[in-house]
């Protein structure tokens, strides 16, 4: 099963902006850690944001502080990347990442969602 969905990417002009969305599935019991990677051609792949929960403070990469915003809707289990000001650099795959408790007895652990290709054209 797909525990993490997401959703958003594309092809855009430079200076243009995205939202990325990246959503559990609906019978997970519970979300932790929710976060964002991305990995471009011959990189490894890099955190770009990452948030604890809704009163946290956000972790940003230097590269996109003050461009991109990580939030989260904690009801629906939903974690956004906005993303303004897009340039060349960043055009890559990003990556959701999150914590899961699958269920409540079980163990939780880290899942990554399938990907999606965002590509900015200068």
């Known amino acids: 099963q797909e525990h993490l969905v997401e959703s958003g990417g594309g092809a855009v002009q430079a200076g243009e902006s995205l939202t990325l969305s990246c959503a559990a599935a609906?019978?997970?019991?519970?979300?932790?850690?929710m976060g964002w990677w991305r990995q471009a051609p011959g990189k490894q792949r890099e955190l770009v944001a990452s948030t604890t929960g809704a009163s946290e403070s956000p972790t940003y990469s230097d590269s996109v502080r003050g461009r991109f915003t990580i939030s989260r809707d904690n009801a629906k289990n939903t974690v956004y990347l906005q993303m303004n000001n897009l340039n060349a650099e960043d055009t890559a795959v990003y990556y959701c990442?999150?914590?899961?408790?699958?269920?409540?007895?079980?163990?939780?652990?880290?899942?990554w969602g399938q990907g999606t290709q965002v590509t900015v054209s200068s």
């Open positions: 990442n999150a914590i899961l408790k699958l269920a409540s007895w079980s163990i939780p652990g880290e899942y």
């Open positions: 609906r019978d997970v019991f519970r979300v932790t850690t």
